[in-house]
């Protein structure tokens, strides 16, 4: 079974930086897509980033081009979320979840296995 481990999340004021974490547990993990999704107070969940298996692709959403960055280290079996100049609209609960589809996965109906969440606050 997969088991999907987020942490990191946490207070910060606006401009600040957090990194995410999210440990994966079960079959091998490089052979799995990741993504970050997030869902804010009386929202729906959206999109944020993916890695395909490979390293040599990654999406952003709008929305955090050029503040977040995401990457894996498959020796860890950690996938990490970089965001710098957190905003306060970035303020909602981070998911992170995976797949086992080559292509970069954008949609939440494309992902089988998924955390549990870390709440980040971003503070005006």
């Known amino acids: 079974q997969v088991q999907l481990v987020e942490s990191g999340g946490g207070l910060v004021q606006a401009g600040g930086s957090l990194r995410l974490s999210c440990a994966v547990s079960?079959?091998?993990?490089?052979?799995?897509?990741m993504g970050w999704f997030r869902q804010a107070p009386g929202k729906e969940r959206e999109f944020v980033s993916a890695?395909?298996?490979?390293?040599?692709?990654?999406a952003y959403a709008d929305s955090v081009k050029g503040r977040f960055t995401i990457s894996r280290d498959n020796g860890k079996n950690t996938v990490y979320l970089q965001m710098d100049s957190l905003k306060p609209e970035d303020t909602a609960v981070y998911y992170c979840?995976?797949?086992?589809?080559?292509?970069?996965?954008?949609?939440?109906?494309?992902?089988?296995?998924w955390g549990q969440g870390t709440q980040v606050t971003v503070s005006s």
């Open positions: 979840a995976a797949n086992q589809k080559p292509a970069i996965s954008l949609y939440e109906s494309e992902y089988s296995y």
């Open positions: 079960g079959r091998t993990f490089r052979w799995y897509g």
């Open positions: 890695i395909s298996w490979t390293l040599s692709r990654t």
